[in-house]
């Protein structure tokens, strides 16, 4: 007894260190850290787990960042929804994740002409949006180039925009898009010809 005595303050500080040491550097603010190590912090995909599927390059990272960290456990539920669900499988609806915090709605449909949809964005959630398959374009812009076109709806969490320019993404199955409440998006879009399109929207809700 007198031996461990001795040597518990050392394991204790010992124990200590390495909890310190192997805290992840992404739990500090996110506001304390550099545009460079968000970077490198995102590149890295420890956030993303296991997974063959590929962020896309218009993700805002340092949106990303911010949010993640505000509601990491939520964050990590959906990334693991997304990368051990088997996608193709899931019947059209509303999938609820955690309840009315975390929920998934399944579409299929076929793509549209630029005339037949509008720009949106959310409040209350950010949108995790996925193609199963099938490809489409999504429109993509930011508030400053957008005019309300339809009020905020707070029963469906959306307002519609009309907008002077935008930019056009390829969506298609192995690419996820992330969409934040500044991110004026318009998803459907048709791309030469009309194409079946089966799609996952993971709905996080923004803390």
């Known amino acids: 007894m007198k031996f461990i005595n001795n040597y518990l303050p050392i394991i204790l500080l010992s ?15 996110t506001s304390k850290l550099s545009q460079e190590e ?13 997974s063959s599927l590929e962020p896309h390059p218009s993700i805002d990272q340092e949106a990303f960042a911010t949010y993640y960290f505000s509601n990491q456990k ?9 990368n051990n669900t088997d996608l193709q499988k899931l019947e059209v609806g509303v ?9 998934v709605i399944v579409s299929s449909y ?13 409040d209350k959630f ?6 199963v398959s099938g490809q489409e374009y ?14 905020y709806e707070n029963e469906r969490d959306i307002t519609f925009y009309d907008v002077t320019s935008s930019s056009n993404l390829l969506a298609h199955p192995g690419t996820f898009f992330i969409f934040f409440p ?4 318009c998803p459907s879009l048709i791309i030469d010809q009309s194409d079946n399109v089966k799609k996952i929207v993971i709905k996080v809700k923004n803390s």
Not at 15 to 29: D, F, G, R, V
Not at 126 to 131: E, F, G, N, S
Not at 182 to 185: F, K
């Open 95 to 103: 999938h609820e994740i955690q309840g009315r915090e975390l929920f």
């Open 126 to 131: 950010t949108d995790l949006q996925y193609v």
């Open 15 to 29: 124990t200590m260190l390495n909890q310190s040491c192997t805290t992840p550097k992404e739990q500090q603010n």
């Open 38 to 50: 968000i970077s490198t912090w995102f590149e890295q995909k420890q956030w993303l787990g296991q």
């Open 182 to 185: 500044h991110n004026v998006h």
């Open 74 to 82: 939520l964050w990590e539920k959906a990334f693991d929804y997304l």
């Open 110 to 122: 076929s793509t549209k002409s630029p005339q037949d949809v509008f720009f949106e964005n959310h």
């Open 138 to 151: 999504i429109g993509l812009t930011n508030l400053s180039n957008a005019k309300i076109r339809t009020p």
